[in-house]
């Protein structure tokens, strides 16, 4: 199920590495999208930002001690 909804998010994007990433997909299948399955693979992030943009929500890495923007891998 993961691998149909990362192509469908894929095909609807612009950007244009987008078609490269969904052909990584197809080509390794789940194994693209966990961390245990191959060292390359995808993650996913965002930004939260508040709605006048001068504000970012982050999260504290728990094993880094920094901090990120929201996100990590797909399992």
Known sequence: MHV???L???GSSHHPLAAD???FVRTH???ALRRDG???H???SCFVLSPDHR???LCLHR???FWVQFGGHLE
């Open 21 to 23: 990433f969904a052909d």
């Open 8 to 10: 469908t998010a894929l």
């Open 4 to 6: 149909d909804v990362v």
């Open 55 to 57: 504000q970012v929500l």
């Open 29 to 31: 299948g789940d194994t």
């Open 63 to 65: 094993k880094g001690g």
């Open 38 to 40: 191959r060292p390359e």
């Open 42 to 44: 995808l993650t996913a």
